[in-house]
Every structure is written in C-alpha cells, then in structure tokens.
T-cell receptor, first 116, second 114 residues
C-alpha cells in the first residue's frame, strides 16, 4: 500500500519568506508526527497530532512554526519568516499509536528545506 | 526525561565482519525501543523494535538487537556486514506518557569496507 508521502521533496526559499510543507500519512493512521533533522541537532521532535488535535507541540522551536491537520489525514507544517537556521530536512511520520499500545512510526522521505 | 545515547558517530567495518552499533537509553519506565536505518536521501526505515516481549529481537536484513535492562542497552548487531549495509542508523525510545513520540539518538554512520 501507499506509504507516507511528503511534498515538496526540496524547497529553496529566501530568508523572510513563508513556506508550507505537506504530509500525507498512511490511510487509517490516527497519529502523525513531525520531526526535524539538521546537522548538529540530529532528529528532533516538533509536534504530534492525534486525529486533528495537537496535544503535544512542545518541540516547535518558535512561534514562527505552526502546523495543522485536517480530516484526520493531511497535515501542513508552516514556517513563517524563515531564517537560515530553519534549513533542515523535515520528516513526517504516522502510526496507529493509541491502538494496541506500542507504536511503529512510518516515515516519509522528507522535505529538504534550504533558506538562503 | 528519556534520552538515548549512541556511542560512535562513525563506525567502519570490513565486509563480512561483525557489525555492532551501540545504544544506551535512559527511561523511568520500561521503554519501547527501536532501530531505524536511513539510506542516503531517503526516509527512515524500521529495522526492529523492542516492546517488552522477547529480549532478543530479530529484524530485517539479518540485524538483531538485545534488550539488557541491567545495562540499559539495546545494541544492534549483524554477524556479517554487507556493502549494502552502509547507511546511518538511529536508535530511538518511545515516550510512553501518551504521545509515543520518539526520542532519537544522534545516529551512527556505518561504513563497510571492501
């Protein structure tokens, strides 16, 4: 079946511009996660959705970062007024967390964001 | 707070040699533990997981890991390295407080020498 998909695969933007990153999770997965992978910081958790609500936003680095999820499916991560330190690979993952205990997260290929 | 330590950011082995990638965790509750592999320009792929059943866990591509509570370790091994094993490997612990988000180690890049 289809895995987690993300778009765009690459995004180059200028400092100060806003960007939107999209994630399509595996159908039926109620949990959705965003992570950021950057040099020097490794893989960092950003935000967790259960359905359309986000009970854990503790990893968002600043108020320039926001995310939403609609219809219990697609999620969009928005970064406003991008800065060079936002350059990273943004990974989305989905899982059946909450059903049956342990979860296995399925990752998308990521969006590589470069802020010039 | 939970944390994961991967010793050795880079590991080199000869083709056919034993692969040993180290992972130690810190958790106040029995953890769920995972190993993922990331090939260049790709997402993360699950190798194996520990979910409090058998302490020796077998995964894909001939990898296995042993959960040792006394050592708070979950090291990844493979008896014989193959060139195709060259990749970056991440150990992760799952937050069981409700969100099940992952806390990742910093990763170990495996190089396989011919």
């Amino acid at each position: 079946g289809a895995g987690v998909s993300q778009s765009p695969s690459n995004k180059v933007t200028e400092k100060g511009k806003d960007v939107e990153l999209r994630c399509d999770p595996i159908s039926g997965h109620t949990a959705l996660y965003w992570y950021r992978q950057s040099l020097g910081q490794g893989l960092e958790f950003l935000i967790y959705f259960q359905g359309n609500s986000a009970p854990d936003k503790s990893g968002l680095p600043s108020d320039r970062f926001s995310a939403e999820r609609t219809g219990g499916s697609v999620s969009t991560l928005t970064i406003q007024r991008t800065q060079q330190e936002d350059s990273a690979v943004y990974l989305c993952a989905s899982s059946l967390a909450g059903r049956g205990g342990y979860n296995e997260q399925f990752f998308g290929p990521g969006t590589r964001l470069t802020v010039l | 707070a939970q944390s994961v330590t991967q010793l050795g950011s880079h590991v080199s082995v000869s083709e056919g040699a034993l692969v040993l990638l180290r992972c130690n965790y810190s958790s106040s509750v029995p953890p769920y533990l995972f190993w993922y592999v990331q090939y260049p320009n790709q997402g993360l792929q699950l190798l194996l997981k520990y979910t409090s059943a058998a302490t020796l866990v077998k995964g894909i591509n001939g990898f296995e890991a042993e959960f040792k509570k006394s050592e708070t370790s979950f090291h990844l091994t493979k008896p014989s390295a193959h060139m195709s094993d060259a990749a970056e490997y991440f150990c992760a612990v799952s937050d069981r407080s409700g969100t099940y988000k992952y806390i990742f180690g910093t990763g170990t890049r495996l190089k396989v020498l011919a």
